[in-house]
């Protein structure tokens, strides 16, 4: 059982910062790609972000250029750091991982208002 506990969401203004973690309870090496999704209100959760064990990266055409995925595999950990942040940016921040299944952690609220 893997879980993935995420920190660092916030209520900032547009055009701020914010870096999100998410701490695994495993190894993450030898996990599956991790990556950071969002959810906003009354919309589908999407991808914003992947990582694989080899560093490999892959992002949202939303996000590119705004967005840093990376992971520091000693720490268990993989980060999200969010500049020039807009108001659709909003959402509920999941950190995700595959091992044999999905996990998923609790969330993290990022609100940035405008």
């Known amino acids: 059982q893997v879980q993935l506990v995420e920190s660092g969401g916030g209520l900032v203004q547009a055009g701020e910062s914010l870096r999100l973690s998410c701490a695994a309870s495993e190894l993450i090496l030898g996990l599956g790609d991790m990556g950071w999704y969002r959810q906003a209100p009354g919309k589908q959760r999407e991808l914003v972000a992947t990582i694989g064990r080899g560093g490999t990266t892959n992002y949202a055409d939303s996000v590119k250029g705004r967005f840093t995925i990376s992971r520091d595999n000693a720490k268990n950990t993989i980060y999200l750091q969010m500049n020039s942040l807009k108001p659709e940016d909003t959402a509920v921040y999941y950190c995700?991982?595959?091992?044999?299944?999905?996990?998923w952690g609790q969330g993290t609220q990022v609100t940035v208002s405008s």
């Open positions: 995700n991982t595959f091992l044999f299944r999905a996990y």
